[in-house]
């Protein structure tokens, strides 16, 4: 070996280890209208371009994907349409796909594009995943918002306008564009498409639809295609990362604020702080995902949906984007923790009492349109099979007994609110259900709603992933104490000022 | 040289590079118990195993810690027992010691092993440590909450369940499974063997301990063997890595709410930026902990807890866990702030009222229970030290004075609230300590706890770690102040609608 | 080639590859006061001498960063002085610059060294940072809160001590200390010489100067030398990292709280998802900053600050310090969002009501002091082009309808809350102008000062970021709403208990 033998390889050596995938081979089984694009869009867009580039679907084509042995298989359609089969998934592969389908398709360069990409286009190469997440809960968000007339009228009175004049509110209903920001950024928008538009580009003037309801990427989004929901909300475009979609960052998006605190609950966890502390040793990216090997505490996506094996290869849990599949009770944004409904279409649940819920409005579930306890057995055994995986049965065990009854004291500090609500209801302080008055415009009907909505389910969240203070003085127990009492207080403030009611106890 | 010989050096090369320490010899060092445990545990619980085989105790024996120079040693007892000396330390190192002492010890494949794994087990090693955590405040966590009657009944009023019913609420005690749900998951719980119960495994029928308090890793535990605290509720099972010891993530899972507001604090603060941002690059591992060198920013272990030695191996502070030892002040958890106490079990604190508090209700200090203003100019200078290491004289100086002004301008707006509740108190429109009712349980009681437990609190962090806004707008003095306003409307509010009091002002 | 050759060359590689720049060859440049000040330095503050030897300055000579290519260069000076120009950039660089305007200065070892770092200082490689600086809302922070009446009461409000006696509330004025804890930790604080004193240190008997205001980094902080702001601000001593400037944790130290809730916000956008899953493989150090290559998608630097370029390295934004230059709308602090202030000095505007705000108390802009809507589409239109970077014309066009609608659905929303403090006011129930009362200091004014400090701006950073829940229910439209039915419940109970007013309704 001469010396500069020796320096070629040595080089060759470093190169190859130090050199992330290299793209040249990918882009030799680019499409050639992928090509097309990108000759012009990445001078456009070159941010986009470049989270593209470091995909996976640019650097793999669906055939190769399904060379992989069963287990590893990042696509689930074993018979992709052979037209996809031998070019990286490019622009043109999602932006051109079911183009008779989408009501948003353009004639651009010869080509029908398409601007929003939906879990249909997906469903070429993932229809198991798109499939399952139909069953999610999520996917249904848009109509169990709007559909439920409960649900409709909590989200106008947060967004709707108020006026003050002589000692009168008035109200108006919210725009369409502050609900697009507001509760519909994660429930998802309507995509629709309004009309047509010609615009100057550096290409010269072309023409292009216009969108309603756009941008959005929530979870449940009315896509211009009907399909629902957008993959996009979690696995983020255009490096449509694994990595990503399995830390906690990206439930954060939509599960942060007070009424649904998973991500800050997980944060203070165990689990949250070894994934901080150590988390950046990880391997975030195979498939499947293997236990103590490639992360050793669990972020939101391992409990919830991946698939993941021991050091054997054996199978701990299948993946699922049909998150309820480990879930038996649903804690949060309800008045009371119950089993978790069967369809995932909410809106068509009715209660005795004639109101759109899945609990009366003291608490009793509506068993019909729920799992039942066989069910909920089922799956907290499929939930308890990935926390054996590093804890004892013991620990598992006392665990879920505390959290379970959790979820009863809750619902009994829930219903004491409630039964306070009621009471001002029957006693004139506020006007409620009878009245045929919104149920969330007085100050005691919202604090009424802060009980479940922010106290009640920190406190269950607190529990179900060990979040300590949420439970207790972070919007946790403290405050299901204080709020009975303040509401307590606001009522007999109210009954002494009544007219007519002055001293009355 | 010939080519193969290139290959084959410079590949070694690059694997010794990029190989972390093997484990092949340290299993050569497994004790025989400890291999029995793994040949079924890696299977049942993978992501324990995985975890502890990255640990030090998996790859190196207690022997070799010992050679290593007095200041770089991690085992502080240079007698320990010859049996432990020369293999690494396992699961049956821990999980069998002292198995005399443990109740929950059960015969376990013809060795009696236990569950809860102690800071008496872990002495062996580190006696020294275990010995300073015995003095530190957080190892009677347990008792200072249950065995203060003030304390007892605040976690009463958090946890209780409130029930309504013909314009009266009325209180249950909470059951254990919520209080170890929500105080006693940073406090501790009491872990007791409550009796035997069979279990179908895969190894057939097999006997184990039922515990009563389990699972808990709170910082105050009762132990089944005796003993107070838990190592792990710091470093965490079963890496027990001081890397994740000394990242601020694990103190957030106890320090994050309002009402002991240090991790997030820490975090808007310059040394949580630097941390933030630079802190990728630091080595968390070394003992000593070399200033500059390691780390160019504090962590909470930094100031608190940590061996620190400058460029030429000097030390700055001896490492400590009894954490008082830099701590001058107690800021947090009580009424006003105060000298340290003396004793790490405050429950034999007796103000002159006949009250279990180091302070009288209006502020004065108890003074034989707490340290003397000498004693706390020691610790202050232990801290100082740390903080001259990378600030001027009159930069430290400087901020301590501002700290030092803001205990007392809290303690004042603290003052001011008292003054008010025992206003409320005196006339009637709130029952206290004269009516042997809760302190706790009425709205402008709970104002009250908030303006010391969360406004005077987090304002004193902001001061003490340069927060900025959390002594500002984020539970800071905009709180404290409102709060007082808050609760003179409320009483003069109660005060017009006493019933026989009307008018009255 | 041997193989004793093939080890020395392969390591030698190896060493290179491994090893960041030596810092051998800067120390040859170092001047001849640096060297003098690390003789003790190095061994007094470890820590900070060890960051700046991480950094740049201690790496590159002025006239190194001279020679780069124009887009390339940190020097903003074509003329630094030639003194400067051949050391790297040291102790005494930057604390014996302009040591005659300094009153900080002080005789240290024959050598005039001053303790606060100005942008004067930092001007002499970095003049056109510190103009644009200079034109920077930010740099007059201290000014534009001290010397405008309605804020000075504000803060006063906040920061002043209250006490109680017999059913009132007294006021004391804050003391110096409190607002440099406060207010002025970000703002920025007067920093002025007291005097002198002479301390023991390890080198004997030595005179300081004594400093009042310090120690502070704050954004507009006052300096000895005249002049205003401080750029440790963002670029913290003494690694002055770029890097760090531009990590959004160096923004969150101001921006973390319920008033400037940026930090928070961002972190929850799809934005701050993406920087917090992949960001730890991208490049925060080039200059020019790549979009796509570097980074693919923006932190706070990279929409208000950073020089961007696409991949053929054509500028997309060109660095700015006066941070307005991409903001049409000013969003926060003021309680109507409005046209941004023509000048960084604020105090020089009076509405028609005589009060110093950029509106009137109903909202409508001053127009004379603020930019008009020529100037407004051009900053919208630069800010525009960075988004385009990655998102489609409609993408942009959509996301900045909702935020313009957002911002006028806030103004309304805060309108509806000052409606009901003028009616308190008018109606007796507070005291506010007319009675020349604060308008800061009663629960209803606070009330006030929430919905727009708090409520809207947590609205209008959500809707400009993306941040969902921050617009709901985390500090959102919940909270604005539910706000105005508290204002108006107390001022109900108010008017019902006013002495001579019961009934009145």
Redesign the interface.
């Known amino acids: 070996?001469?010396?500069w033998?020796?320096?070629i390889?040595?080089?060759g050596?470093?190169i190859v280890?130090f050199t992330p995938l290299t793209h040249a081979q990918a882009q030799q089984n680019m499409s050639e209208n992928t090509e097309a694009c990108l000759s012009c869009h990445?001078?456009?867009?070159?941010?986009?371009?470049?989270?593209w580039k470091?995909s996976r679907h640019a650097n793999t084509t669906p055939m190769e994907g399904l060379k992989r042995p069963k287990l590893e298989r990042r696509v689930s359609n074993e018979k992709v349409p052979s037209v996809f089969l031998k070019n990286v998934v490019g622009c043109a592969e999602c932006h051109t796909m079911n183009a008779e389908k989408h009501k948003d398709s353009f004639e651009h360069h010869g080509v029908k594009v398409h601007?929003v990409v939906t879990p249909s286009d997906c469903a070429t190469c993932h229809p198991i995943e798109v499939q399952q997440y139909g069953k999610n809960l999520m996917s249904h968000a848009y109509g169990n918002l709007n559909n439920n007339p409960v649900y409709r009228s909590l989200a106008d009175?947060?967004?709707?306008?108020?006026?003050?004049?002589k000692?009168k509110?008035t109200f108006r209903f919210?725009?369409l564009?502050?609900q697009?920001?507001?509760?519909l950024?994660?429930h998802g928008s309507e995509v629709k498409v309004k009309g047509k538009r010609s615009?100057k580009t550096s290409m010269g003037e072309m023409e292009?639809?216009?969108?309603s309801g756009?941008?959005n990427?929530g979870v449940g989004r009315l896509n211009p295609d009907g399909s629902k929901g957008s993959c996009t909300a979690c696995h983020?475009r255009h490096?449509i990362?694994i990595?990503?979609a399995r830390?906690p960052?990206?439930c954060?998006?939509?599960h942060?604020?007070?009424?649904?605190p998973g991500?800050p609950v997980y944060?203070?966890?165990?689990h949250?702080?070894?994934a901080?502390?150590?988390g950046?040793a990880w391997n975030f990216d195979p498939v499947p995902w293997?236990?103590?090997?490639d992360f050793?505490?669990p972020t939101c996506a391992t409990c919830h949906v991946s698939l993941l094996v021991?050091?054997?290869g054996e199978v701990i849990a299948e993946r699922t984007h049909q998150m309820g599949d480990r879930i038996p009770w649903r804690l949060m944004g309800l008045i009371y923790s119950h089993p978790h409904p069967k369809s995932p279409d909410t809106s068509i649940i009715k209660n005795k009492g004639g109101l759109p819920l899945p609990t009366e409005l003291t608490g009793e579930p509506v068993m019909q349109y729920l799992i039942d306890s066989k069910e909920q057995e089922k799956r907290k055994m499929a939930m308890q099979k990935i926390c054996?995986?590093?804890?004892?049965?013991?620990?598992v065990e006392?665990?879920w007994?505390?959290?379970e009854?959790?979820l009863k004291?809750t619902n009994?500090?829930t219903l004491?609110a409630t039964?306070?609500l009621l009471?001002a209801w029957e006693k004139g302080a506020a006007n409620g259900l009878a009245q045929k008055d919104s149920i969330f415009?007085?100050?005691i009907e919202?604090k009424w709603v802060e009980q479940w909505?922010?106290y009640a389910n920190s406190t269950r969240f607190?529990?179900a992933m060990?979040g300590?203070?949420?439970?207790?003085?972070?919007n946790?127990?403290?405050y299901l104490?204080?709020n009975?009492?303040?509401m307590?207080?606001?009522?007999?403030?109210k009954l002494?000022?009544l007219?007519g009611k002055?001293?009355k106890?």
């Open positions: 070996m001469k010396r033998e020796g320096w390889f040595c080089f050596i470093l280890l990445s001078q456009l867009h070159p941010g986009i371009v470049a989270e470091k601007i009175e947060v967004n709707g306008i108020k006026s003050f004049e000692m509110i919210p725009d564009e502050t697009l920001d507001s509760c950024y994660c615009r292009f639809p216009i969108l756009w941008p990427q983020t490096q990362s990595e990503m830390k960052y990206t954060s998006e939509c942060k604020g007070p009424d649904v991500y944060e203070v966890s165990k949250g702080n070894i901080s502390s150590l950046k293997k236990v103590g090997n050793t505490a021991n050091e054997n054996l995986s590093c804890h004892g049965q013991g620990w006392g665990h007994a505390r959290f009854n959790t004291t009994e500090m004491t039964k306070i009471t415009n007085e100050a919202k909505l922010f607190a529990s060990a300590a203070d949420y439970g207790v003085f972070a946790g127990r403290w104490s204080k009975i009492q303040e307590l207080d606001w009522l007999e403030f002494q000022t007219p002055k001293g106890k």
